[in-house]
């Protein structure tokens, strides 16, 4: 990001005294710990809308999750949890709070919804879908369904509510090697990541075929093989021990050229482990938030190597999003979804929790 997220100007701010300001602005610059775009003077600016969102947060009874991949004003300047899709989705079924804000994708909020129906789920930024979610529809996997009959399905859980009341099965990156090994038979239709996908194929293979589909993930599709052996040759010649971390939605030459494959908060721990270890030039394949949360979170050195890539869909949310949608949630900012495809879709999901554990 070149510039921080600063507000619009669009939504009247609360005033506050000047030293309420000040501590809050040193709270956000020691907690992003991003001097070169949180400067003291960025942080006093986004102090009113941290300080009125954390005071919402209470007042409304809100619990605030937000994905790793949102912006650190938003992870450490108002969020209550942070990390995975799987952690988030256990973190929103058990919060005791009537009400969770979800600062993310959609697909995000409506698994908090399936999760937990009976809590009302605020988001903030009803654009914000996902090009996996996106590439498939429930007809799609209907249709599939008919084409290989009894054949158990796993879908992503990067997919609508939808999706995911017609599959046996969700799986995220942090179990979804895990989950198929123990499906039964020996095929299974995985859906709708074919990158995933071609990672399950291999480490399937000899046990079970994988019928795959033709979704991508078009951050992570972007990065290969390739730049990873020329930064490799590039650190070698400097002198360093390069480790390359990549998120399991990269191509299987990525993964195949990586010291580890994991979720985004998997990615981040190894990172943070490998620094305090004495190995900080380390290279993170996937979304820029995962690099900011290491950078804020590192308390050793760390040199992170390459570039990152940004998701649009994930960046869509600020901090002004947020306070609007607490003070007052458009109706398209509510996630409302039909009782028979939440109950159906509840099943996938409690299965994962059931065979991930
Ligand atoms: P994680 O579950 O690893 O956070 O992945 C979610 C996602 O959308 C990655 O692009
Ligand atoms: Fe979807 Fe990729 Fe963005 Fe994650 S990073 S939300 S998979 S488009």
Known sequence: MSSAPLPS???????????DIEIEALRLQNSI????????????????????????????????????????????????????????????????QSTILFSSVRFMAETAKIVSPHKTVIHP????????????????VRK???????????CYINTSAEVKAEVDVCVTSSNFLKICE????????????????????????????VINYDGEC???ATFTGAKIRSWRERSLVQGLDLKVLSHPECDADVLAESDVVGSSEKLMNEALKLSQEGKPDIMLITECGTADRVRAESENEINLIGTCVMCKYMKMTQLEDILQSLRAPRPEQIIE????????????????????E
């Not at 100007?9 to 030293?19: A, P």
């Not at 006093?44 to 790793?68: M, Q, Y």
């Open 337 to 356: 979804l039909d009782s028979e495809v939440i109950q159906r879709a509840q099943y996938s999901l409690n299965e994962m929790f059931r065979l991930a």
């Open 182 to 209: 123990k499906l039964p038979g020996n095929r299974i239709i995985f859906v709708p990541d074919s990158l995933m996908g071609k990672h399950l194929t291999e480490h399937l293979a000899g046990k079970k075929e």
């Open 125 to 140: 930024s009803p654009e914000a879908g996902c090009s996996l979610s996106d590439s498939i529809t429930a007809e799609d």
């Open 218 to 220: 078009y951050v992570h």
């Open 9 to 19: 100007g669009l939504i009247v701010l609360k005033s506050y005294s000047e030293e």
């Open 33 to 96: 710990k991003q001097m070169s775009l949180w400067d003291l003077e960025t942080c006093r600016t986004i102090a009113p809308l941290t300080l009125e969102i954390n005071e919402l947060k209470r007042e409304k009874d809100v619990f605030l999750i937000a994905h790793s991949y949102q912006t650190p004003d938003i992870v450490y300047g108002v969020a209550d949890s942070v990390s995975d899709s799987y952690s988030l989705s256990k973190a929103a079924r058990d919060a005791p």
């Open 144 to 154: 599939l369904k008919e084409k290989y009959p009894g054949v158990p399905v796993a």
